[in-house]
């Protein structure tokens, strides 16, 4: 990934909260049809290693898991994105010296894939996800694997195999407008944030918020 200086982000503890906030990632793996790329909700253990772990399922039927066990991987997770107008910069009308660019943060995480064919750890995983995203989901009554019925659940878990994927690189960028003078980096940030983006013009205003 090309990564200018300006927009490159190191602090572990943004790059986890990216992640977590954002956990669909796109599995990047090298098998022998050539490149593949599968979406896939990650749970991201950061007590593991010096750069977590990530674990996700994916279906039986699916041949990532034969394909790229025990090979090098890529985890791209990106958060919210915009074009942004050389029109929401308050320098513009001074000289015009300003293009469109498309502001954007992303974490790839690095790591090797590693299979894990057991209910036990299967049934585990299912669980922590499925708390989590009922509760970001907002739910008065979460969904919980006892609501389905056991021979139900027990099924479908024999349709799934789980991955970990110990993290051994994480690469931040965040593009963000951190080149760009204080009060255009802003007039971006309300552009965005006046069509409803207001994830990233938030990001962009922490852009400018000392480490």
Do not use: C
Not at 16 to 26: C, I, R, V, Y
Not at 156 to 173: D, H, M, N, S, Y
């Amino acid at each position: 990934m090309y990564l200018p200086t300006a927009f490159e982000e190191q602090r572990p503890e943004a790059l986890h909260a990216l992640m977590q906030a954002h956990p669909l990632g796109t599995l990047v793996t090298h098998g022998p049809d050539g490149l593949d790329a599968n979406h896939i909700p990650f749970e991201l253990d950061t007590a593991v290693g010096p750069h977590g772990l990530l674990r996700a399922h994916v279906a039986r039927a699916n041949p990532v898991w034969q394909q790229a066990a025990d090979t090098e991987v890529l985890v791209v997770f990106r958060a919210a994105d915009g074009y942004i107008s050389p029109n929401w910069y308050p320098s513009k009308p001074e000289h015009h010296r300003h293009v469109p660019t498309w502001n954007y943060a992303v974490v790839h995480a690095h790591g090797v894939l590693r299979v894990r064919d057991d209910e036990r750890f299967l049934r585990g995983l299912v669980a922590r996800l499925t708390r989590e995203h009922e509760a970001r989901s907002q739910q008065q009554k979460p969904w919980k694997m006892g609501d389905a019925p056991t021979d139900y659940i027990d099924g479908l878990l024999k349709a799934i195999v789980g991955l970990e994927i110990e993290v051994t690189r994480l690469v931040g960028k965040y593009k963000l407008g951190q080149n760009r003078e204080e009060r255009d980096r802003l007039g971006a940030a309300a552009g965005l944030e006046g069509l409803g983006n207001v994830e990233a013009a938030k990001a962009m205003r922490e852009a400018g918020t000392p480490s």
